[in-house]
């Protein structure tokens, strides 16, 4: 299949919370990004963490394989640096090729699990 | 003059001078000068270190030209090695003739000099740390001249004192290692919940060469990574995934290329307090550094020794360490868990960070007298010392 969607994505609304309950990881609470790659070879992607009030820190790297989805826990990012919880930041993500790229938030920060999910914000531009 | 950084650019600072010197002659020279104008000097390794055991406002001696490897005795599994090679070059030259380091630590970047003298350890409860291979030594002394040193002329005590001493005792150029004839090793890492790994932990330590566990406080993952000579060993975890396998030379599985760098605090527990200090931490971390701690903390075990300054001193020992990504915050983090360590009778690692000043300090270490004075016979005037051992480390 042809790759589909954009080579640069946006997600300005990330904020990672704080609290969890329940048994980690399953219920972590946690910001995601779903990659969908429908083309048929390897893609690359870096990603850009931007703040509101810091320098942005650029330079994570990813591969996805040719139809393939992958699954990105934002907590988990620790190289270069991490994203801190409880604090704004946005993500951009440029692709080699085109790709598609969802957010998700789970919260469970209060008992009940919160799932909230949204297409990122694809551009060409 | 040139400001001066540590690996993780935590530690910075302004040496009076550089030297480099290329021959033991060159430094014998250097070193005279030292003497006659009422100088101190300090050595430098590579740097790994992030406590001020090498701050100095004076002479900084590093000894990167000394990479020699010298007196091959297979039969005893000995040689002799310059003081400036790291673990990995001085690890793969000893293959070369058919030799290995019985254990190394996480990374090999260390200057092998530097891991000796702090008492740097890897992970197994039947492997002593990287200083119990030192048998011998070539030395620049106080009185400035070079003298051999091995224990079989100079004794056990004086090699206990010496094996973890900071660089108190004078400048050595060259040491003699015991090692093991070359061997091969199985590295599996396997990824599990924490609270499986936990469960396991005595059969995990038990019944594998090489054992330890980095746990990752935002998803509660433990990583267990496992070195075992083929053959040998738990094989199979059924409550574990493997996800990464290797096999070779000891020399080649054993560290691992890191390039992410990190601001570090450990521990050396009891072994047996090594659980409860760790679920102690575990719980703390989630309640009040979830926010800022993204990576991971590392559980070891060593075997007991009889090295006076060495934190495995006299008991098997479990250690804690708390690895905070270069540039993020780490001192409240650090001061908060260090209390949890202390509780559970802990021993600072020499060239990580911690805040145990003298009065504290010498209480971790039954022979810390005979230590200091050892030392003093060695060097009266402290031409070795800088003012951070001088003043918060012996209290002199």
């Known amino acids: 299949m042809q790759a589909i969607g954009k080579k640069k994505w946006v997600i300005p609304a990330g904020h990672i919370p704080l609290q969890t309950t329940g048994k980690e990881p399953d219920f972590l609470s946690q910001d995601?990004?779903?990659?969908?790659?429908?083309?048929?070879?390897?893609?690359?992607?870096?990603?850009?963490?931007?703040?509101?009030?810091?320098e942005p820190i650029e330079n994570y790297f990813f591969e996805i394989k040719g139809q393939r989805l992958r699954k990105i826990r934002i907590n988990d990012l620790i190289d270069p640096f991490p994203v801190f919880l409880a604090t704004d930041y946005a993500l951009v993500i440029e692709a080699e090729h085109e790709v598609i790229i969802q957010f998700l938030r789970m919260n469970t920060g209060h008992k009940n699990v919160a799932i909230m999910g949204t297409m990122a914000y694809g551009t060409d531009g | 003059m040139n400001t001066w950084s540590n690996w993780s650019g935590s530690l910075k600072f302004t040496p009076g001078k550089i030297i480099e010197p290329a021959s033991e002659q060159e430094l014998l020279e250097i070193v005279e000068t030292i003497l006659k104008n009422n100088q101190k000097i300090r050595m430098l390794g590579a740097g790994h270190s992030s406590s001020p055991l090498v701050v100095t406002d004076e002479n900084l001696l590093s000894l990167k030209h000394f990479r020699s490897v010298d007196n091959i005795d297979k039969e005893n599994s000995t040689a002799w090695i310059g003081a400036g090679l790291t673990v990995k070059e001085g690890g793969s030259r000893l293959l070369d003739h058919g030799l290995s380091f019985h254990n190394t630590g996480d990374v090999d970047i260390q200057y092998i000099a530097g891991a000796i003298s702090t008492g740097t350890h890897g992970s197994g409860i039947k492997l002593k740390n990287l200083s119990s291979m030192l048998v011998g030594c070539r030395m620049i002394?106080?009185?400035?001249?070079?003298?051999?040193?091995t224990e079989d002329q100079h004794?056990?005590?004086?090699?206990?004192?010496?094996?973890?001493?900071?660089?108190?005792?004078?400048?050595?150029?060259?040491?003699?290692?015991?090692?093991?004839?070359?061997?091969?090793?199985?590295?599996?890492?396997?990824?599990t919940h924490i609270e499986d790994c936990l469960e396991h932990l005595v059969e995990l330590i038990n019944e594998n060469r090489n054992f330890d566990f980095y746990w990752y406080p935002r998803n509660d993952l433990a990583k267990l990574r496992i070195l075992?000579?083929?053959?040998?060993?738990?094989?199979?975890?059924?409550?574990?995934k493997c996800v990464e396998e290797k096999s070779g030379w000891a020399i080649d599985v054993l560290p691992k290329q890191r390039d992410l760098r990190f601001d570090e605090i450990e521990y050396a527990l009891p072994l047996e307090a090594g659980p409860e200090c760790f679920k102690e931490i575990r719980k703390i971390i989630k309640a009040k550094f979830r926010k800022i701690v993204a990576w991971r903390v590392l559980y070891r075990t060593i075997k007991a020794d009889d090295f006076y300054l060495s934190p495995c001193f006299g008991r098997d020992t479990a250690t804690i360490s708390l690895h905070q990504n270069a540039g993020a915050p780490f001192e409240e983090y650090f001061r908060t868990i260090e209390a949890v360590f202390r509780s559970f009778d802990g021993r600072p690692h020499w060239g990580k960070k911690h805040?145990?000043?003298?009065?504290?300090?010498?209480q971790c270490y039954p022979r810390w007298n005979d230590f200091l004075e050892i030392r003093k016979k060695m060097d009266p005037r402290g031409i070795f010392i800088n003012r951070y051992l001088?003043?918060?480390i012996f209290d002199l």
């Open chain 1, 32 to 54: 995601r990004i779903a990659i969908l790659n429908t083309g048929m070879s390897t893609v690359k992607l870096k990603l850009t963490v931007y703040h509101p009030d810091q």
């Open chain 2, 141 to 149: 002394c106080s009185d400035g001249h070079i003298k051999e040193f």
């Open chain 2, 155 to 191: 004794g056990k005590e004086f090699f206990d004192a010496l094996r973890v001493s900071l660089g108190t005792f004078g400048i050595m150029t060259q040491m003699k290692l015991k090692l093991l004839p070359a061997f091969q090793l199985i590295r599996k890492e396997w990824c």
């Open chain 2, 228 to 240: 075992n000579e083929p053959g040998k060993g738990l094989q199979k975890l059924a409550y574990a």
């Open chain 2, 355 to 362: 805040n145990l000043e003298s009065e504290e300090i010498s």
């Open chain 2, 390 to 392: 001088q003043k918060q």
